[in-house]
């Protein structure tokens, strides 16, 4: 049985609640378990420091109830699709085994979320492999049933455009993502005294109109399928549909 429904791999901390913030909420209030694994401590920030992004961290995982977030701390930028990426990856999977995973698209612009992307469609296969990684493979095959794997993978839209195979209506929560970014105060905020210089740097996050290109760029989605606000995914193939009412 998993261990929980939805299980995000965020690169950084921040990109579980920036990229599937609406989704997650959604997913809570339904009273879904749900995990968020980061990979990197975001060290390589231009503001803040690892330490300020895991109180961040601590209060959007309050906000999201969370049942687990934990952090691999993996090398922030420097990640790449390899075996040290796959096998945690994998560990984690094994550990938690949701039923949906989310993780970057395959092609995002920045170079961790690509190489997480691609290593986490991979990990979603390799982790019903037992001899994969043996040490953590305890229990994913058995006698007369099929090895454990997520039953879907959905690849999320890091803040530049793509072509949605999935649009999730997100309007009844746009308001409370919003504020569950706004956790990442030094990630989207104007920022304050910084280590050791009066003021953080300036950033395109950081600019006071971030959010409302957030806001427009979920309305842009939203259109598609004719709601104000929606998040979008990519799916590589098929999305089997279990409800009636999700078509009708």
């Known amino acids: 049985m998993p261990t929980c429904d939805i299980l995000c791999f965020a690169p950084h901390p921040d990109d579980a609640e920036l990229c599937c913030g609406g989704l997650l909420l959604k997913a809570m209030h339904a009273r879904k378990k749900l995990v968020v694994v980061d990979i990197t401590r975001g060290e390589m920030g231009t503001r803040g420091t690892p330490e300020t992004r895991q109180r961040e961290a601590a209060a959007a995982t309050r906000m999201l109830k969370l049942s687990a977030r934990e952090n691999l701390g993996l090398p922030d930028g ?3 699709d390899d075996d040290t990426l796959r096998t945690a990856l994998v560990d984690a999977l094994r550990e938690h085994r949701p039923k949906t995973l989310l993780i970057p698209h395959w092609e ?7 190489a997480v992307g691609q290593a986490g469609l ?3 296969w390799l982790c019903g492999a037992p001899r994969y990684a043996p040490e953590s493979a305890h229990g994913v095959a058995s006698k007369g049933a099929l090895p454990y794997r997520p039953q879907r993978v959905l690849h999320y839209n890091n803040r530049y455009g793509i072509q949605a195979d999935l649009v999730i209506d997100i309007t009844d929560v746009m308001e ?6 706004a956790c990442f105060q030094t990630q989207f905020g104007a920022g304050g005294a910084g280590q050791g210089r009066a003021k953080e740097f300036k950033t395109r996050l950081s600019n006071p109109r971030f959010m409302d290109w957030l806001k427009g760029m979920h309305s842009y989605y939203g259109y598609q399928v004719g709601v104000d606000f929606g998040e979008a995914y990519c799916v590589k193939g098929p999305l089997g549909i279990n409800e009636i ?3 009708l």
């Open 176 to 181: 409370a993502k919003l504020k569950l970014v």
């Open 108 to 114: 995002d612009q920045h170079p961790d979320h690509a």
């Open 122 to 124: 991979y990990a979603a």
């Open 245 to 247: 009412g999700a078509v």
């Open 78 to 80: 420097h990640l790449h």
